[in-house]
Every structure is written in structure tokens, then in C-alpha cells.
T-cell receptor
Framework: GQNIDQPTEMTATEGAIVQINCTYQTSGFNGLFWYQQHAGEAPTFLSYNVLDGLEEKGRFSSFLSRSKGYSYLLLKELQMKDSASYLCAVRAPGGSNYQLIWGAGTKLIIKP | EAGVTQFPSHSVIEKGQTVTLRCDPISGHDNLYWYRRVMGKEIKFLLHFVKESKQDESGMPNNRFLAERTGGTYSTLKVQPAELEDSGVYFC???????????????FGPGTRLTVL
């Protein structure tokens, strides 16, 4: 079956660094996405990894190891506005094409 | 540029009734996706349109769900008759491949929260 695992909730302090892990077991792999979702709003794209290694984009970085079925999202210099859910999704074969298989999301709480 | 919009934002109906959700994708996006998130669980794929054609509808739960995208612009998702387990947030997303990227970024709407009583 297809399975994406990520922690349910994490807490961090403003100004600090936090790493959100995601492990996946899928029948195939064609890229991994991280999305951010504030309560009641649309998920918004953060990053995409398809090759092993680290992708850096400002305060956010995303890492992928395909052999380990593992990714993490690293958030630096945390701000209060970073309080949100972070969703890991893998594009894998499904149906007649590729589908996004989603984790349940990690709720990140930032404390002053 | 306007993002993906969905209507209504909330809908409360009784079991057995019919509800139609609407999604307006970003103008020019050929790909349109429907997803559903049941409370406390992960987002689940429902189906994928390319223009007006259903590319993949393997995620549709059953034949009470009907999606259309006449003319390849906006899409509707009808649930008839609605059951209690249909409650959740229905998201729509759109994308356009071939924009110089090697990935297919999906832009999401804010979702429609459906409650079936």
C-alpha cells in the first residue's frame, strides 16, 4: 500500500530552527512536495524534491533521500506566522497516471 | 492574477440531499484536480481533469459523486444523495505543465467545508 508518515504536532520557539520529518512507502516515486496550510486556508506550495539532496529556498530547506524513503523540511529563524500545518506529499503512480499521496500533516506551533 | 476559487465556502445539508460544489481554476490551467480531506485524516485524491476530459477518476468514492468540467474551464462536483461519511473539506487545485519547471506545482483553492447531518 501507499503510506506517508509525519509527526502529528510539533512545537518550537520563535527564532529557532525546526525539522519536520516525512517517511514514505509508495509503489513508485516521481517527486516529493511540501505544502504549508494555515487554518481555513488553501495549501500553498513550499518545495519540490525529485533527486537526493538539499534544496534551499530562503528560510526553508527540504531534503530528500530516495533510498531511505525519507524527507525533511527545515525551517530556520522561525516566525510566529510559520505556525501552520505542513503537508508532505509524494507523487506516485496511481490510477491511469500519477497521483499525489498525502501525509496527514504536521501541525507546527510557534511559541514566543 | 486570481487564484483558484471555490464555492461555496461552507455547506450544511441533510443526509439524502444533493450538493454541488464549484471550482474555478486559474485561467489557462489545463489540469484540474479534486481532493477531499476528512477531519483528522490525510488529503485524498478524487479525480483529475485535463481540459474537459477525465484523466483519472480512480479516487472517486462511489457513483454518488459526479464531476464535470464542461468547456474545460470551471468544474463542478455533485454529491447525490449525500451520506454522513461525505462530510469533509473538498479542495480543488489546478496546474499547468510546461512552464519551464520540471515539476507540476498545483495551486489550491481554499476548499469547501461540507457537513452532512
Amino acid at each position: 500500500g501507499q503510506n506517508i508518515d509525519q509527526p502529528t504536532e510539533m512545537t518550537a520557539t520563535e527564532g529557532a530552527i525546526v525539522q519536520i520529518n516525512c517517511t514514505y512507502q509508495t509503489s513508485g516515486f516521481n517527486g516529493l512536495f511540501w505544502y504549508q496550510q494555515h487554518a481555513g486556508e488553501a495549501p500553498t506550495f513550499l518545495s519540490y524534491n525529485v533527486l537526493d539532496g538539499l534544496e534551499e529556498k530562503g528560510r526553508f530547506s527540504s531534503f530528500l533521500s530516495r533510498s531511505k524513503g525519507y524527507s525533511y523540511l527545515l525551517l530556520k529563524e522561525l516566525q510566529m506566522k510559520d505556525s501552520a500545518s505542513y503537508l508532505c506529499a509524494v507523487r506516485a503512480p496511481g490510477g491511469s497516471n500519477y497521483q499525489l499521496i498525502w501525509g496527514a500533516g504536521t501541525k507546527l506551533i510557534i511559541k514566543p | 492574477e486570481a487564484g483558484v476559487t471555490q464555492f461555496p465556502s461552507h455547506s450544511v445539508i441533510e443526509k439524502g440531499q444533493t450538493v454541488t460544489l464549484r471550482c474555478d481554476p486559474i485561467s489557462g490551467h489545463d489540469n484540474l484536480y479534486w481532493y477531499r480531506r476528512v477531519m483528522g485524516k490525510e488529503i485524498k485524491f478524487l479525480l483529475h481533469f485535463v481540459k474537459e476530459s477525465k484523466q483519472d477518476e480512480s479516487g472517486m468514492p462511489n457513483n454518488r459523486f459526479l464531476a464535470e468540467r464542461t468547456g474545460g474551464t470551471y468544474s463542478t462536483l455533485k454529491v447525490q444523495p449525500a451520506e454522513l461519511e461525505d462530510s469533509g473539506v473538498y479542495f480543488c487545485a489546478s496546474s499547468q505543465e510546461g512552464l519551464g519547471r520540471n515539476y507540476n506545482e498545483q495551486f489550491f483553492g481554499p476548499g469547501t467545508r461540507l457537513t452532512v447531518l
